[in-house]
């Protein structure tokens, strides 16, 4: 079993819509949670971290942690094409603060 | 002024040579990574560095040796290349502590071993 699994995608979406982008984590211990995007060619940024259990909103996107499903969720709202990216979510773990797991990725492409 | 900065960008070797890749943050981050993403786009941390000292050492192999001169640069030379070492590296930051895994990356080294 991976560590942090994603659906690679791609996952299409409606100019508009809401995307809605999943991440399940193998370890009950781990401690923080964050989405980076990556565009075709270019190095990951990040655009979220949450490390509470419930919802954390910026703008159009908003994380949602459930530690007792394993389970993190990024909701991008009013999707843009500009938004279409992979979405790469990465989690540490109390034990090994410095180390950042991360799934391999969902792929999202906004439709116009 | 760039935050994380490697070169070179792109190396492109044949197989059982030596290579380099340098890397070097202006943030004043106490910490810095070494990542591989290959082509899945699966992205595998080999190395961490925190203020000069290795804390991280991943299952890599041994042709593959980071050294940190100062808390600022971290360097990755790879010995007797492989096909298999064709990907792209990227090298991050973070300050560390609570803020372990907000990293800032470099735009990526492209090695490609013919």
């Known amino acids: 079993q991976k560590e942090v699994e994603q659906n690679s995608g791609p996952l299409s979406v409606p100019e508009g819509a809401i995307a809605s982008l999943n991440c399940t984590y193998s370890?009950?211990?781990?401690?923080?949670f964050f989405w980076y995007r990556q565009y075709s060619g270019k190095s990951p940024e990040l655009i979220m971290f949450?490390?509470?259990?419930g919802d954390k909103e910026d703008g159009r996107f908003t994380a949602q942690l459930n530690k007792a499903s394993q389970y993190v969720s990024l909701l991008i709202r009013d999707s843009q094409p500009s938004d279409s990216a992979t979405y790469l979510c990465a989690v540490t773990r109390y034990s090994s603060a410095s180390k950042i797991i991360f799934g391999s990725g969902t792929r999202l492409s906004i439709r116009p | 002024d760039t935050a994380v900065s490697q070169t070179p960008k792109y190396l492109v070797t044949q197989m059982g040579n030596d290579k380099s890749i340098k890397c070097e943050q202006n943030l004043g981050h106490d910490t810095m990574y070494w990542y591989k993403q290959d082509s899945k786009k699966f992205l595998k941390i080999m190395f961490s560095y925190n203020n000069k000292e290795l804390i991280i050492n991943e299952t890599v192999p041994n042709r593959f040796s980071p050294k940190s001169p100062d808390k600022a640069h971290l360097n990755l030379h790879i010995n007797s290349l492989e096909l298999g070492d064709s990907a792209v590296y990227f090298c991050a930051s973070s300050l560390g502590g609570g803020n372990t895994g907000e990293l800032f990356f470099g735009e990526g080294s492209r090695l490609t071993v013919l």
């Open positions: 370890d009950r211990g781990s401690q923080s």
């Open positions: 949450i490390y509470s259990n």
